[in-house]
Each structure stands twice: as structure tokens, then as C-alpha cells.
């Protein structure tokens, strides 16, 4: 007996959809992050691209006393300052972006080609830039630290009492803790487990924990490497001689501050380039305004008191 094809009694699901429109999103780029330091950090300007942190030299020799009545007694002194003081450069972080003027004139409805190729383009930018901010071995927080200022956990997890120990270092108008969201999530842990859990304070619409007073903000460019990474504590701003960041104004075709997009043409080819360049670089002004807590770890947490791993 022959099969018999089943009836269709309306219209399916594939075929109605060839005559539905699709809402398209925007390009979802899984790398952006909030980037909480660039916000967090007060910007300065920087002229020619050069920044010349002048100093006082042996700041304690600056001699000053309670005079007593005989005025012949005053003491006389002077402000030296450092002949060669460090100068800063600003580093570019910088791309050409290619798009084939076929593609940007014939798929660009709903969503412009171009703008959104320069869109995700610069977020990538960003996103390196906040990474040379830490990480620069030239300028980065990381290896801008005082031997001074460098902290080493007590137990291995990061604990309250480490945190103190920071705040001990960074004592003069601390701003914010700066490390990687799992060693966030292990300092609130060890603060649970000793009953001091961490209160938390509302910064951009988002929430941090807080440490004394102080939010502890995350950023996934603060490296981790085989379970242990690092906290930074800052003082940030030229008037409290903290941490700044710094970047080069008025850049032809500027976006945003540093940031600046040029057309450079359309080759034979029909391709049209676009060059994106972010100046920056960041400055510690005095060696008090940073600390670190080195090798915290933050191996996996199994959900029993007192067990890491």
C-alpha cells in the first residue's frame, strides 16, 4: 500500500517566517567591560604629550620650629627640588580599521555599517586601555608600586585584616580598592565566615562592597595566574598628589577625550580606512598613593566554613 503524504492544514512555521522581519540587534561584543577605573581616575591634560613630575628633593630636610620670643632664633631653610624628575610619554593605543565601501553601501539598513565597525572598534580600544593602565610595565599601576608599599596577604585568601594593612599604607584620603572580580568575591566570602560581612555603596547606578568605607572595585585587567592575583589601593587627583590619568587634548577628528578617529581615504581597492588612535599614559605623583597586596588567592571555594583550595 502506498504512504500517504500528510495533509497541511495551514500555513507552517518556516515558510511564514521568509515574510516576517527579523528585529536585529546591534553586534554584541562579549569583551566590553565596565571599566570602572578609567571613570574613577581624574584626567589631566597633557601638552606636546609630555608630563614632567617635579618633586621636592629630601622633603624632610625642610626645616621649620615653634620660634620663641627672641626673633634672632628663627631658623632659615629652603624647598630643593629634583634636577631630573621623571617624565611621562603618552602611549597610543592605535588600529586601522578596513571596510569595503560595497559592504557599507549595500548592508547598511538597519544598522550602519561604519558606525557600527567603529563602534565595537573603539570599545576594543578601551578595553586595552584600562589593560595598559594596570599593566604597562612602564607606567601600569602594577609596576608603579613602591617596594614600600607592597603587602603580602596573612593567610593566603584575602582577609579584612589585609585590607587594613593596605589602608595603613595608603592612609592620606585612600579612593578605592582595584582588583579582580574573584578575589572580590573571595574577600567577601573570608568577610562572611568571620561575620563581618562587607556593606555595600551605590557608584554609577552600580553596587560595590566596601571595606572601611572604601568601594572595591572590579576589573577583570588585573591579572590572575595559577589561583592568586593582586588589590590595589589608590588616592587619586593632582590636588591630593594621587594617582592621575593622563591624555592628550584637541587631537584632530577627537570622539571623546584622547580618542580620535581619521578618515584616511579609499584605496583602488574601493576599501575606506579609518585610523583610531587613544593617547594615555597615568602618573603616580607620590609613592604613598598606591599599595598592593601581592599573591591573594583565590583558588575555588567549596561550600564548606574554612575549605579552599
Known amino acids: 500500500m502506498a504512504d500517504t503524504a500528510p495533509v497541511q492544514l495551514a500555513l507552517g512555521d518556516s515558510a511564514a517566517r521568509q515574510l516576517a522581519n527579523a528585529t536585529k540587534t546591534a553586534p554584541i561584543l562579549a569583551t566590553i567591560s565596565p571599566r570602572w577605573l578609567t571613570h ?19 622633603p624632610q ?20 627640588y629634583e634636577t631630573q624628575p621623571r617624565e611621562y610619554f603618552l602611549n597610543a593605543v592605535s588600529t586601522v580599521l578596513d571596510v569595503h565601501t560595497r559592504v557599507s553601501d549595500l548592508y547598511s539598513s538597519p544598522h550602519d555599517q561604519i558606525k557600527e565597525q567603529l563602534r565595537l572598534t573603539i570599545e576594543t580600544i578601551k578595553e586595552k586601555q584600562e589593560s595598559e593602565l594596570i599593566n604597562n610595565p612602564d607606567y601600569g599601576l602594577l609596576a608603579s608600586v613602591h617596594p614600600d608599599q ?38 567577601g566570602r573570608e568577610c562572611t565566615r568571620r561575620g563581618v560581612p562587607p556593606p555595600t ?38 590636588k591630593r598628589q594621587g594617582v592621575v590619568g593622563l591624555y592628550q587634548p584637541g587631537l584632530p577628528g577627537e570622539q571623546s577625550p ?13 576599501i ?4 583610531i ?5 597615568l602618573a603616580v605623583q607620590t609613592e604613598d598613593a598606591l599599595a598592593v597586596l601581592e599573591d591573594v588567592e583565590v583558588g575555588k571555594y567549596h561550600a564548606y566554613p574554612d575549605t579552599y583550595r
Open 40 to 58: 574613577l581616575l581624574q584626567w589631566v591634560p597633557v601638552e606636546a604629550g609630555i608630563y614632567r613630575l617635579n618633586k621636592v628633593r629630601n
Open 61 to 80: 630636610d625642610v626645616q621649620v620650629l615653634c620660634a620663641k620670643r627672641d626673633e634672632s632664633e628663627l631658623p632659615t631653610t629652603f624647598v630643593d
Open 150 to 187: 607592597v603587602v603580602y596577604p596573612l593567610t593566603g585568601a584575602p582577609t579584612p585584616d589585609d585590607f587594613d594593612e593596605l589602608l595603613s599604607k595608603v592612609w592620606k584620603e585612600p579612593a578605592f580598592f582595584l582588583t579582580h572580580p574573584l578575589a572580590i568575591a573571595a574577600f
Open 201 to 238: 555603596v551605590s557608584l554609577f547606578g552600580s553596587q560595590f562592597l566596601t571595606w572601611r568605607g572604601i568601594p572595591l572595585v572590579p576589573s577583570d585587567k588585573v591579572p590572575v595566574a595559577d589561583g592568586k592575583t593582586k588589590v590595589l589601593l589608590l588616592r587619586v587627583g593632582d
Open 258 to 270: 584622547g580618542l580620535s578617529v581619521r578618515f584616511m581615504g579609499i584605496s583602488r581597492n574601493a
Open 272 to 275: 575606506a580606512s579609518y585610523l
Open 277 to 281: 588612535s587613544l593617547y594615555c599614559s
